[in-house]
Every structure is written in structure tokens, then in C-alpha cells.
């Protein structure tokens, strides 16, 4: 039974595409989140508009829909006072919009640090309040004491607060704070045109450029009903394995390189670069920054491209299998890696957990399968799922899917149709699109809301570590301080994706 | 493990050989540097990098440096832990506002002289993310800007020009 079919009462709206959604009331809402708690349903999203929140889930058959609660004077039924994964994205609602979530269990603000000259920027601005020392929890118990890391860190990576509390080297307990790279994406986009936006859905988060590009294009053809042709539908999914394969090669290496297993890192690393010169030569970025575009794609694969990316196949295809193998057999590694900062399923399927992190503790999905989007509907590919939940495990998951990634960039390229590369746009009156597309890290969502005019109105970019962020907080329990980068690299979860 | 360590050891190097420096950022760096200064630090200078805001992206090409393709340390120069061992700080993204003070930590924290290089188009001016209610600006809106290296990311080559060139300039043969 579809989700809005359960819900009395609840307003379906017009334009809304390619899955429903509809208005409901207070009821329909708290009825909402008792599924969510139930683990019936899986929350999806949830964000803020104007004059209300908006709540994307998934269903226990997998279907998806968008649930709307109009705020009364600026407060909606807290989620998260039943279902913790929704605090995060209720305490950035407050932050943005100043809505209030009635009995939320935690009134601290997130994205705001109390600096921006403004509050709740996407709501009903006002003046700047005076600046509030930010509460950590609190800690009790014998022998402890805390080490705050961050925003700076050692490496060269994001900025990002975590607050340690060990007892000796144990980590007892570590809050992270984030919204240090908050840059008002959200805001920058309401009001732009479909251009512009599109180049600020590629800069959301750097490493899954493509990802965001094509989600966000998709979400855009969804709401104008367009169709990309079908060779930029295979250009966009060759582009994001590539993305993949880059990310999960420079990750799988980072990883062991937080082992201090510099041989993986040097190794993986040199496959790396070779992936990105390739996309360099074939699409002009190594990124592939803007190559996706609403409509189409902005670049085409040169005469010798297929080539190209052939030759990086057969380079992976024969030292990787070496690099597995090393990684398998070397036992002070995996002395580091097994048993390390495990996430336990319930946890996984709670949060709704997507990517390796979901897929490592046993959540098995993955939105090229489950959303099914083209060109992934026709092409081969298995969904590695395991169960153990550690840092190996993710490792694991990461190395299958470079194996996947490998067979489906020669799927594409040898199903590659020839056409053109880009629609039109125009405006087509007031409409609403939704689309999700797996990145490297998990599922990104995109929202978006365009005006008569075809200019964005609201657009909502949620990132998967929105749901694994809090499982680091789990994860690292009981692991000592030391082990902590391994647990997080292990993650790879993103501070700009997620502060936006 | 000892076939991949044999096997690197007998098919070559993969290192490239380093591009000349950034005219361009020869002539910037060129009016910023004091004679006393280059006399002091030799041919070495340690980096201290701050993501001030940025999309991750330049931070994945800073990282490309170390590989084997670029291997940085060749030249001198070298990324460090903390802002204390520090000659230069690069710094990526638009300054947003949550991160205008640890960057002024950061920066108030390295010992004299000091040079700061900004990464990318964003941190020239804010880039895309100019404008908006939570960006302080460019970083030289924060820290004052001795170098800026444009690109959105800038490649690898990009990033290693322009450093060899504050090298140049900077580490100018101690006598």
C-alpha cells in the first residue's frame, strides 16, 4: 500500500513530480512519524518553505512521497522527539527558518553559530541576536577528560568540530559540531536561474560534483516533464562512475593510509590520478565540474574517449586485484580495520543510512537500484551488502564496487547511442521535481520548486551523510581516540554537503 | 607485498618533471616579499592548509600533490600539522562566517614571515557563494593575500606552478 494511501485526509498537489505529494494535517503528520519510529517507513529528508515543512519518506514497499505540514505560527509536531534521525534536520530547520519542533529534545541551534549578521535567513530574516556559548553535552562519570579537535584539522580535509570524552584512551563519548562551511547554498539559489543554480548544485560538495549536477538536472527535467536524449542519459552515468571510481580508489587508499599503511595510499593513488586524467581528457575537469547540466550535458565524449577510458579499465583491472590481496594479507591492517568502530544494522536501518556506510552494516539499498533511475534500469549490476558494519567492512563494500563500477563503464560505453546532447529548456508555469541519485558516499536527494518564469523558487539539496553523521557518533564508542581518523575517513562523510 | 615494493623499484619513476613557475604569480609574489625574508628560509617552505568554506574540490587536488605524479616533497615543500611549523598558509573557499575566526586563529598563529596563498576561484572573491548572508568574502576580505592561484579547482599543475613560484621568490638562495 503506497504511503499517502494510509494517511486520512491528506491534500494531494498538483505539479508535483515524479512522486506524489500531498498536504496533510496534524494527524497525518504524527501518524507520519509513528511509521518512521515503527520502522515502517525510512525518512528521506526533511526540510523547510515557506510557512512549512516538508517530509520525504520511503515506504516499506519503496515507494516514496513528500508529506507538507503548514506551520502553525511557526511550529510543526517534532519528529525527532520519536525518531532521533530527524533531530539533526529539525535543529537546521530552526536555524534557517526559525520554525520551532514542538518537543523536540534538543533546542540548540546547528547550522547557526551566531555569526552571520542575520537570523533565520530562509524564514522571516531578523536582526542578529546576542551570541550564546554553544552547550556541548553534558558528560558525568570518574576519570574523564575531553579533547575538542577541530574546526582545523591536522590534515588537509573540512572543517569540522568534534568533542571528545575518554576515559584514558577509550572514547566514551564524541559530539560532533558542524556548519562550519555553511555558504547559504539554499538561499543563493532562491530566486536564480536555472543556469546559476545548477553551477551551485555542482559546488555543494566538490567530490560529488556529478552526482549533485545530475540529481539536481533530474530534479528539473521532473518538474518541466522533460526528457534528457538518451546519449546524455549515458554520458551523465559514465561521468558518475567514473566519480565513483575516483572517490572509492582515493578513499580505499586514505583509509589504509590512516593504518599508516602508506604503500595502499601510494598505490591507489597512482590509479586515482590516472582515472582523473582521463576524465580530464574525455570531458575538459577532472571534477567533470558542470559537464552535467539541466536538459543534457554540456560536453560530449571525444572520438577517442572510449578509448581512453578503456585503457584506465584494463590499468585497474590488473594491479587492483594485486591491492586487494595486500590488503587482505597484511595483518597489522587488518588488525586495524576488523572489529573497528562498528555500526550496528538496527542503526543503519533506523537512520536510513545510505552508501558503503548503510550498505556495510546490512541496509541494502542503493538508488540506482531501488529508484531505478535510466540509464541503471538496463544495465548488469550487483549491490554488495554485508553485515559487519566496521571499518573492514567498508573497505569491502568500497573495493566491490570498484569492481562494479568497472563493468559498467564498459556496459555504457558499449551501449553508448549516438544523438543529441541537450533539450531545451522553457518555462512551463509553476511546477515541483524531486530526484535521487547515488553518489559515491549514498543517496543524494534534490527539491525543487520553479516559478512561472523557470527560475527556482526553493530547492532543498540533501546529502547522505545527513544520516551518517550521527553513526559516527555511534560508531567510535568504546574505540580508542587513536582509532578515530580510521573510523572517520572510513565514513568519508561530507561537512560541505551537509552544512550547505 | 615485497612484488609490489620489487616492481616499483624496477619500472621507473612516474614522477613528472615540475612546471615552471607561474609567470604571473612570479610578478604578484614579486611586490610582496622582502629581501630579509628570503634570506632566512632557504629552499624550503612548510604549508599549513585551512578549508575556510570550500566545496571539498580544491582540497582533492591539494591532496593529487603528494602523489607520485606531482610528489611535492621533491621541491621543498612540504604540508604540515600545525600553523606553528608554518611558512605559508594556502586557504581554500569562500571565508564563510562559522569558519572567519578559526582562519584568523590559524593565521595569528604562524610565526613571521609568513605568506598566505589563496586556492581557487572562491577564495579570490567568494566565487559562486559571493553575496551571501553566511560568506565573509574572499580571503583577502580576512588575512591579507600574498598569492592567488585561480581555478575552479585549480589542477594539479596550477597549484604546483604557483607554489614553485612563491619557492622561487620566497627561498631565493640563502648565501
Redesign the interface.
Known amino acids: 500500500m503506497s504511503v499517502l494511501a494510509n494517511i486520512a485526509g491528506a491534500q494531494p498537489v498538483e505539479g508535483h513530480r515524479p512522486w506524489p505529494r500531498a498536504v496533510v494535517d496534524e494527524a497525518g503528520w504524527v501518524h507520519a512519524i509513528d511509521a518512521l519510529a515503527a520502522g515502517q517507513w525510512t525518512l528521506s529528508g526533511l526540510w523547510g518553505d515557506a510557512g512549512c515543512v516538508h517530509m520525504a519518506v520511503i515506504g516499506a514497499d519503496g515507494d516514496i512521497a513528500v508529506l507538507t505540514y503548514a506551520c502553525h505560527d511557526g511550529k510543526f509536531p517534532s519528529v525527532g522527539a520519536k525518531h532521533p534521525p530527524a533531530v539533526r534536520l529539525e535543529r537546521a530547520i530552526a536555524s534557517l527558518f526559525g520554525y520551532t519542533p514542538e518537543g523536540a529534545p534538543d533546542p540548540r541551534p546547528w547550522l547557526d553559530?551566531g555569526?552571520?549578521?542575520?537570523t533565520h535567513?530562509l524564514g522571516s530574516?531578523g536582526p542578529a541576536q546576542e551570541r550564546v556559548p554553544y552547550t556541548f553535552l553534558p558528560v558525568e562519570g570518574e576519570a574523564l577528560h575531553q579533547v575538542p579537535v577541530g574546526?582545523?584539522h591536522?590534515?588537509?580535509?573540512?572543517?569540522g568540530h568534534f568533542r571528545f570524552t575518554a576515559n584514558g584512551e577509550f572514547v566514551v563519548r564524541v559530539e560532533e559540531r558542524l556548519?562550519?562551511?555553511?555558504?547559504?547554498?539554499e538561499?543563493?539559489m532562491a530566486g536564480a536561474t536555472l543556469d546559476?543554480a545548477a553551477?551551485?548544485a555542482a559546488?555543494?560538495?566538490?567530490?560529488s560534483?556529478v552526482a549533485y549536477s545530475w540529481a539536481f538536472a533530474a530534479a528539473a527535467e521532473a518538474a518541466m516533464q522533460l526528457q534528457a536524449p538518451p546519449r546524455a542519459i549515458y554520458l551523465r552515468a559514465l561521468m558518475a562512475e567514473i566519480e565513483r571510481l575516483a572517490n572509492h580508489l582515493?578513499d580505499i587508499g586514505a583509509v589504509c593510509n590512516d593504518a599508516s599503511f602508506a604503500?595502499m595510499h601510494?598505490?591507489t593513488?597512482?590509479l586515482?590520478?590516472r582515472v582523473?586524467r582521463a576524465a580530464?581528457a574525455c570531458f575538459g575537469h577532472?571534477?567533470m565540474?558542470d559537464a552535467v547540466v539541466p536538459g543534457g550535458v554540456a560536453r560530449d565524449l571525444p572520438a577517442n574517449g572510449a578509448q581512453t577510458i578503456r585503457a584506465f579499465i584494463a590499468d585497474v583491472r590488473k594491479v587492483f586485484p594485486?591491492?586487494i590481496e595486500?590488503y587482505d594479507k597484511?595483518a597489522s591492517l587488518q588488525d586495524r580495520t576488523v572489529t573497528t568502530g562498528i555500526v550496528k544494522p538496527d542503526y543503519a536501518r533506523q537512520f536510513g543510512a545510505g552508501g558503503f556506510v548503510g550498505r556495510a552494516a546490512g541496509r541494502n539499498f542503493d538508488a540506482r537500484r531501488n529508484v531505478s533511475y535510466a540509464p541503471y534500469d538496463v544495465l548488469t549490476f550487483e549491490v554488495p551488502v554485508l553485515e559487519a558494519g566496521d571499518v573492514n567492512a567498508r573497505v569491502w563494500i568500497r573495493i566491490r564496487e570498484v569492481e562494479q563500477s568497472l563493468s559498467l563503464l564498459e556496459q555504457i560505453l558499449d551501449r553508448l547511442p549516438q544523438g543529441d546532447l541537450r533539450v531545451g529548456l522553457s518555462a512551463r508555469g509553476a511546477c515541483e521535481g524531486m530526484a535521487y541519485r547515488e553518489a559515491f558516499r549514498g543517496d543524494v536527494l534534490v527539491w525543487l520548486r520553479l516559478d512561472a518564469g523557470g527560475r527556482v523558487a526553493r530547492c532543498h539539496l540533501r546529502d547522505a551523510s545527513w544520516f551518517q553523521w550521527p553513526l559516527v557518533e555511534a560508531a567510535i564508542e568504546n574505540n580508542i581516540i587513536a582509532d578515530f581518523p580510521l573510523c572517520n575517513k572510513s565514513f568519508n562523510c561530507?561537512?560541505?554537503g551537509h552544512?550547505l | 607485498?615485497r612484488?609490489?615494493?620489487l616492481e616499483s623499484l624496477t619500472t621507473g619513476a612516474?614522477t613528472e618533471p615540475a612546471p615552471a613557475p607561474d609567470r604571473a604569480a612570479l610578478a604578484e609574489l614579486a611586490q610582496s616579499l622582502e629581501r630579509a625574508a628570503r634570506a632566512r628560509l632557504g629552499r624550503s617552505l612548510s604549508i599549513r592548509?585551512?578549508?575556510?568554506?570550500?566545496?571539498?574540490?580544491?582540497?582533492?587536488?591539494?591532496?593529487?600533490l603528494?602523489?607520485?605524479?606531482y610528489d611535492l616533497e621533491r621541491l621543498g615543500l612540504r604540508?604540515v600539522?600545525?600553523?606553528r611549523h608554518a611558512d605559508v598558509l594556502t586557504v581554500t573557499?569562500?571565508v564563510?562566517?562559522?569558519?572567519?575566526?578559526?582562519l584568523l586563529r590559524?593565521y595569528d598563529a604562524m610565526p613571521d614571515p609568513k605568506w598566505v596563498v589563496a586556492v581557487g576561484g572562491c577564495a579570490r572573491d567568494g566565487?559562486?557563494?559571493a553575496?551571501?548572508?553566511?560568506?565573509a568574502g574572499g580571503v583577502n576580505d580576512v588575512i591579507p593575500v600574498d598569492l592567488h592561484i585561480p581555478g575552479?579547482?585549480p589542477?594539479p599543475r596550477a597549484l604546483l606552478a604557483g607554489l614553485v613560484a612563491l619557492l622561487e621568490t620566497a627561498g631565493a638562495r640563502k648565501r
Open positions: 553559530h555569526v552571520w549578521g542575520v535567513p530574516a574546526p582545523v591536522a590534515g588537509i580535509i573540512e572543517p556548519g562550519y562551511v555553511h555558504k547559504g547554498i538561499s543563493l546559476r553551477q551551485l559546488r555543494t560538495s566538490g567530490d560534483t582515493g604503500l601510494a598505490q593513488s597512482i586515482r590520478e582523473l580530464e577532472r571534477l565540474m594485486r591491492l595486500l597484511t561530507s561537512y560541505s552544512d | 607485498m612484488r609490489t615494493l612516474l592548509h585551512v578549508d575556510a568554506g570550500s566545496c571539498n574540490g580544491c582540497e582533492l587536488e591539494l591532496h593529487a603528494a602523489n607520485a605524479f604540508f600539522a600545525s600553523p573557499g569562500p564563510t562566517k562559522n569558519m572567519r575566526e578559526a590559524t566565487g559562486v557563494f553575496g551571501s548572508y553566511a560568506v575552479c579547482p589542477n
